[in-house]
């Protein structure tokens, strides 16, 4: 770089060596802007509320949880279950999120015994004969 010095005036000359780098696109540097079409088709970088869970991937959330396949005994069971966490969400004035869920199914499974190797279908049917029978205690002591 060269200073030169003209009547009043000083300027500076451009640099030896030219700027080639080229910044590349997105929010900040080396960042890839987000297809924001690609984004809504991709309901995965979505995490809904648990309480919309449902309505939003189209199965109950316990479904997807315990990594069941669907047919009709297992959703009717799931709901439930997903009822009871969704109600013990509000009593407790939790967040409405799927951390709550997992708190709650966790401690849950503790009350229940669950083994960790339990097979996926067992530990739903245990969870849902469980809340069950709790209701059904609710339910006669009122």
């Given amino acids: 770089m060269e200073i030169t010095e003209n009547d009043n005036a000083h300027s500076i000359s451009a640099p030896d060596t030219p700027i080639t780098s080229k910044e590349p696109e997105g929010v900040f540097k080396g960042d890839v802007p987000m297809n924001t079409t690609e984004a809504v088709k991709n309901d995965s970088l979505i995490e809904p509320p648990f309480s919309m869970y449902e309505q939003m991937k189209n199965t109950p959330y316990t479904i997807d949880y315990l990594k069941l396949e669907q047919d009709s005994e297992t959703i009717k069971m799931a709901r439930g279950i997903d009822e009871f966490v969704h109600n013990e969400i509000d009593k407790k004035h939790l967040t409405d999120s799927l951390d709550s869920y ?24 245990k969870m849902y004969m469980f809340i069950k ?4 205690v609710l339910i006669y002591n009122k």
Wanted: charged share 30%.
């Fill in 102 to 125: 997992h708190s709650i199914i966790e401690r849950l499974k503790d009350v229940l015994g669950v083994d960790p190797n339990e097979q996926s279908i067992s530990i739903l049917e």
């Fill in 133 to 136: 029978q709790y209701r059904n």
